[in-house]
């Protein structure tokens, strides 16, 4: 451990960002850098645990605990408390293929398992990780990947997170990688699935440059199933690995779903983040909050992004809607023990946002949608609900019950469904004949991706269903090196 007593001597220190009432002015980063002598510091805290669960990337209760890539935490934390950056970030790059992204985006549940979180509060892990690759790339120690050419030649469908970790990998051992997005912009959830302020574009194009140069190619607004046939790539490569990720939006199923201003939340994020980036909004080719009432069903990150980019638009008011309990402030040591996952309450960066603005967080909790009302135009003009409990049916199961006398009547001009993604798009997997399991996702047993077709392999959200970028990018990073072995019997991609 890089100080023995360090644990003791310093006390958390979260990382810096731009105060509310400034930030929603922009769509900038909200990340300040932070001071070297206090990420020394930070780095100080960590104990080097003998057994550490940070980077144990194990699921307990169907959450992950611990960093399922494995990181080396406790190693970098000790080299960053010596001053020795250069060496940190090749531990950390040891590991993982792009920490800039995970480090913007992670829910970091390795600071979730972190021994010191135990007791007191956790090692501020994440933020750590940001200034390590953050001062990478500003020495060019961050260099291109390139090997001996194997011959082999691979497509991979889809440039999102677990896409781009298997192309990467693949590339880095030698094989021809062709990567294929259906989108003008690589980078798939990263480029338009998460707003810029919370990921800046200009962070992922400068990992895509440096995947260019290092040989992969880029084939941009190509469909496959569409374009170019499945089978057409089957044919002409050794092997295809698809990242197209789960894709679909899940509906609500209720009277008014259909009415002008009713917009999956997928949608007004991506049609904003194209406009900013082609013309910072000039065009209008996006789904404007300006003025309105808007109304977000659904939590999670996505409700999050939906709330920030609201306010950023100008919007007259917004107010999520979340089905289940307000979580607790404090993890529940009975029901929900370290090292799970802490279920406790986050305000994130948009709820900050809303709080500043309007002076009241936007969630509104155990609450259900019973139907969207329109106007003569048939457009969306107010949102209807009712507050409901959970309790257990005859067979034991928790369900909603309805609270006579708690109907609402919401103002709404704008509806975003946040609810999540119900599996991948069905164009390839009904061409090719993918197995897929119960819940529609391609069936590709984990640490082994091979699905039934001979060939050709699956990763991310389209394996595992909709989940964090940290999983996708182990999981394309496990994936080539089951196509590794798979074109060369064996593999170092570890």
Not at 6 to 23: H, I, S
Not at 348 to 377: C, F, H
Request: hydrophobic residues 35%; contains cysteine.
């Amino acid at each position: 451990m890089g100080k023995a007593t360090g644990f003791l001597e310093y006390k958390r220190m979260n990382p810096r960002k731009r105060p509310p009432e400034e930030r929603i002015k922009d769509w900038k980063e909200l990340k300040l850098p932070m001071d070297p002598e206090d990420v020394k510091n930070q780095g100080a805290r960590c104990m080097n645990c003998g057994v550490p669960f940070c980077h144990g990337g194990v699921m307990l209760k169907g959450m992950v605990s611990g960093c399922p890539l494995h990181n080396l935490i406790p190693e970098w934390n000790e080299l960053i408390y010596k001053g020795q950056w250069k060496e940190a970030y090749q531990r950390l790059s040891r590991t993982s293929p792009f920490p800039e992204f995970t480090s913007r985006v992670c829910p970091a549940p390795c600071e979730g398992a972190c021994t010191e979180g135990h007791i007191m509060e956790s090692v501020t892990i994440n933020n750590i990780e940001y200034e390590i690759i953050e001062k990478a790339f500003a020495e060019g120690w961050v260099a291109p990947k390139k090997a001996k050419a194997t011959g082999k030649k691979i497509a991979i469908v889809g440039s999102g997170p677990s896409g781009l970790s298997a192309a990467y990998f693949l590339n880095a051992v030698g094989h021809d990688v062709t990567v294929y997005e259906r989108n003008d912009r690589a980078g798939g959830l990263m480029m338009y699935g998460i707003p810029n302020m919370k990921l800046d574009k200009g962070i992922v194009e400068r990992r895509l440059k440096l995947l260019k140069e290092s040989g992969i190619q880029f084939v941009l607004n190509t469909e496959i199933g569409k374009d170019i046939s499945a089978q057409e790539l089957v044919d002409t490569n050794d092997a295809v690995v698809l990242c197209t990720g789960a894709t679909k939006a899940r509906g609500l199923d209720v009277e008014g779903k259909d009415l002008k201003g009713v917009y999956f939340a997928v949608d007004f994020l991506k049609a904003n983040t194209k406009s900013l980036l082609d013309s910072q909004l000039l065009d209008g080719n996006y789904i404007s909050a300006k003025d309105k009432n808007v109304i977000i069903i659904g939590g999670g990150d996505t409700g999050t992004d939906c709330v920030a980019t609201s306010i950023r638009h100008g919007c007259q008011s917004v107010y999520q809607f979340e089905i289940m309990p307000e979580p607790p402030a404090k993890r529940i040591e009975e029901s929900n023990p370290w090292p799970e996952w802490p279920k406790k309450l986050k305000v994130d960066y948009g709820q900050e946002e809303a709080i500043a603005l309007y002076e009241q967080d936007p969630r509104n909790y155990l609450i259900s949608t019973k139907k969207i009302v329109g106007n003569e135009l048939g457009e969306v003009k107010e949102v209807h609900t009712v507050k409901i409990t959970w309790v257990k049916n005859d067979s034991g199961r928790l369900v909603p019950q309805e609270i006579p006398g708690s109907e609402k009547v919401w103002r709404a001009d704008l509806v975003l469904l946040a609810m999540g993604f119900l599996g991948p798009e069905d164009i390839i997997p009904h061409e090719l004949k993918l197995e897929r399991d119960l819940r529609s996702n391609l069936k590709a047993e984990f640490e082994v991706f091979e699905t039934n077709v001979e060939k050709v392999f699956a990763a991310g959200d389209t394996r595992r269903g909709q989940s964090l970028v940290v999983w996708a990018l182990q999981e394309g990073k496990l994936a080539a090196r089951e196509v590794d072995k798979y074109l060369m019997g064996k593999s170092v991609i570890k």
